[in-house]
C-alpha cells in the first residue's frame, strides 16, 4: 500500500521495542505504508533500508545480513551496505548501475524503542515523545513491553485512548465502573501537546486502581490524564489518593501508548506500563504485581478495545453513508482537538511539498543560455 497524505512524514515513529531488534537478523516492518528492514549494526547500532531490491524488487528481508553491516538479496546476491549504496554486484561484470541503490532512513533508540524517521526534512531528536520512565536508570519497576496489530487506522485507535469515558462500559470493574461515568473533562494544549484531564472525586476505585491503592474498596479521588503526542502518541498518568487529600499520598500507573500507523487500514499498538506513587503493601511480590498488571492491560487492549476498534473500522469502511459525519459529545473534546492539530500539521507538510515541487517544474522550463550556441 502506498504511503499517502493521511500520515506526518516529518516525524519520529516507534518501530520496534529495542529488544526485539536482534544481532544477525533482518526484520521487516510497515510503517505508513513504506516496507522497511531493520537491522543492528557490527557496533550495536540500529538501520533501516527500504525493504525492496531495485533489481528485481526482492524483498531484502529474505537475503542475509553479511559481516561488515552488508545486506546480502537474497534473488541475485547484490550487497548494499548501511547507506543503500550497492557496494558489490556478483555477476560477470560487476557494474553496478548508478541508480542501483536503495532509501535509508535515519534512526536512533531512545527509551527502549527503535525510532525512525520517516520525513525528508532534518530529523530533531529532541521531538520524540517524552518515555523517561521507561529508561533503566528511571527508578520505575517496568512491565514487559509489549505490541499488537489492530485492524483499524490509528487515528480510530488514538480516539479510543483519548476518550476514556468508555471505560465504564468497555472495561466495566477494570479500568472504570458505574460511579466514574461522569467525570468533569479539561482539555489543554502547549504547543502541539495536548492534555486531556478527567478526574473523579469520591468515588469507588475500579479494579486496577483499587489494587494498586488501598484494595479496600473505600472511595477515593482519582487523577487521570492522557498527554498525547503527534503524529500518535500518548502518555496515560492515573491514579487515586485519599478524597479531599494529595495525590502525592496515593498510587497509580503510567501507561506508554504508542501507536505507529503500519497502513491506512493497520496500526502497530506498542504498550508498556509502571506502577507510580506509593506502594502501600510492603510485603507483596513485585513480580508478580507486574505480570499482573500486563495481563489486565493486555485483556482490556487485546480482549476488549481491539474487537470494538476494528468493529467501528469495519462499519465506517463498509457503510460510508451512514458513518461520515459521526455526532459529536463533551467526551470527544480531546480527540476533536487532536485530531484538529494533526490535520493542520499535514495540510502545512503537504502544501510544503507541493511549493517544492512547483519550484522544481519552474526551473525545469528555464532556458539555458550557453555561449556560443544559439
Known amino acids: 500500500m502506498k504511503a499517502t497524505s493521511n500520515f506526518l512524514r516529518n516525524a519520529w515513529y516507534a518501530a520496534v521495542w529495542s529488544q526485539e531488534l536482534k544481532f544477525d537478523e533482518l526484520l521487516p516492518k510497515t510503517i505508513i505504508g513504506e516496507p522497511l528492514v531493520f537491522f543492528r549494526k557490527s557496533d550495536g547500532k540500529a538501520a533501516a533500508l527500504l525493504n525492496i531490491c531495485p533489481h528485481k524488487f526482492a524483498p531484502l528481508h529474505m537475503g542475509k545480513l553479511l559481516p561488515g553491516d552488508k545486506i546480502q538479496c537474497g534473488y541475485h546476491g547484490l550487497e548494499f551496505d548501511p547507506n543503500g549504496t550497492c557496494i558489490h554486484n556478483p555477476h560477470k561484470s560487476g557494474r ?10 535515519e534512526v536512533l533508540e531512545r527509551h527502549g524503542m527503535v525510532w525512525i524517521w520517516m520525513g525528508n526534512e532534518e530529523a530533531d531528536p529532541a521531538t520524540i515523545p517524552d518515555y523517561s520512565f521507561l529508561d533503566q536508570d528511571s527508578g520505575y519497576d517496568v512491565t514487559c ?36 461515568i461522569k467525570a468533569n473533562i ?19 476505585p475500579p479494579g486496577l486502581l483499587n489494587r494498586l491503592y488501598k484494595k479496600d474498596g473505600e472511595p477515593v479521588d482519582i487523577w487521570s490524564i492522557q498527554r498525547w ?36 487500514n493497520t496500526t502497530h499498538y506498542h504498550f508498556v506500563a509502571a506502577r507510580s506513587g506509593n506502594i502501600l503493601d510492603e510485603n507483596e511480590d513485585q513480580e ?34 451512514y458513518t461520515a459525519r459521526p455526532v459529536l459529545l463533551e467526551i470527544d473534546a480531546g480527540p476533536v482537538r487532536c485530531n484538529r492539530i494533526l490535520d493542520e500539521l499535514i495540510s502545512r507538510e503537504s502544501e510544503s511539498r507541493e511549493q517544492s515541487n512547483a519550484v522544481v517544474n519552474n526551473m525545469k522550463h528555464i532556458p539555458i543560455e550557453i555561449k556560443g550556441v544559439k
Open 186 to 204: 479539561t482539555v489543554t494544549q502547549d504547543g502541539n501537546t495536548v492534555r486531556v484531564m478527567r478526574p473523579k472525586f469520591n468515588v469507588r
Open 288 to 321: 508478580e504485581f507486574k505480570e499482573w498488571l500486563a495481563s489486565a492491560r493486555r485483556h482490556a487492549f487485546q480482549q476488549q478495545d481491539e474487537p470494538m476498534i476494528e468493529a467501528q473500522f469495519e462499519m465506517m469502511q463498509n457503510f460510508p453513508e
Open 96 to 105: 553496478i548501475a548508478a541508480d542501483c541503490k536503495v532509501k535509508s532512513y
Open 145 to 180: 513491553r509489549e505490541s499488537i496489530c489492530i485492524n483499524a487506522n490509528y487515528r480510530l485507535v488514538a480516539d479510543n485512548l483519548l476518550d476514556l469515558s468508555h471505560s465504564p462500559y468497555l472495561h466495566d470493574g477494570v479500568i472504570g465502573g458505574p460511579e466514574t
Open 229 to 264: 503526542t503527534p503524529p500518535c502518541y500518548m502518555l496515560n498518568d492515573t491514579g487515586a489518593y485519599p478524597p479531599g487529600g494529595d495525590p502525592k499520598e496515593g498510587a497509580g500507573v503510567l501507561g506508554a501508548h504508542l501507536l505507529t500507523p503500519e497502513t491506512d
